[in-house]
């Protein structure tokens, strides 16, 4: 976990390097780590006397993504409840929003993979995906 890294194996390791599947020995803890810190679920390492294992979770997995939604995205979700779809209009009345911003918060949604849409122009529908 502080970047030091012990060759089990220094020709492989040596090979890997040359190859270029190694940037650099030690960084790659530090960096699973840095790039989980702003996910609720975190990797998880099982040690023993020679070996590690880490399971890394699927931070694009919708239910995790779920997690980290913020109140208007919540709203919107519920919105959906057993609907079939929803309109950015629908959305824009009853969060109280300006067009503009519903238009940010559903693209939002989209770009996470919670939502996908379905027609176009006016007759553009938001559905969960």
Same mark, same amino acid.
């Given at each position: 976990?502080?970047? +030091?890294? =012990?060759?089990?194996?220094?020709?492989?390791?040596? +090979? !890997?390097? /040359?190859?270029?599947?190694?940037?650099?020995?030690?960084? $790659?803890?530090?960096?699973?780590?840095?790039?989980?810190? %702003? !996910?609720?679920?975190?990797?998880?390492?099982?040690? #023993?006397?020679?070996?590690?294992?880490? &399971?890394?979770?699927?931070? %694009?997995?919708?239910?995790? %993504? &779920?997690?980290?939604?913020?109140?208007?995205?919540?709203?919107?979700?519920?919105?959906?409840?057993? =609907?079939?779809?929803?309109? /950015?209009?629908? +959305?824009?009345?009853?969060?109280?929003?300006?067009?503009?911003? =519903?238009?940010?918060?559903?693209?939002?949604?989209?770009? *996470? $993979?919670?939502?996908?849409?379905?027609? #176009?122009?006016?007759?553009? *529908?938001?559905?969960?995906?």
């Amino acid at each position: 976990m502080l970047g +030091v890294s =012990a060759l089990r194996n220094p020709y492989l390791a040596d +090979v !890997f390097y /040359r190859l270029n599947l190694i940037e650099a020995y030690g960084t $790659g803890m530090p960096k699973i780590t840095d790039s989980y810190k %702003n !996910f609720a679920v975190q990797p998880t390492i099982e040690l #023993s006397d020679n070996a590690f294992k880490i &399971t890394l979770p699927n931070t %694009n997995c919708k239910i995790e %993504n &779920t997690l980290h939604l913020d109140g208007r995205e919540k709203q919107v979700l519920n919105l959906l409840g057993n =609907a079939d779809f929803i309109t /950015r209009a629908e +959305v824009q009345n009853s969060l109280g929003i300006s067009q503009a911003t =519903a238009i940010s918060l559903l693209r939002g949604m989209l770009n *996470k $993979g919670l939502l996908s849409t379905e027609g #176009s122009g006016k007759k553009l *529908k938001y559905k969960r995906d």
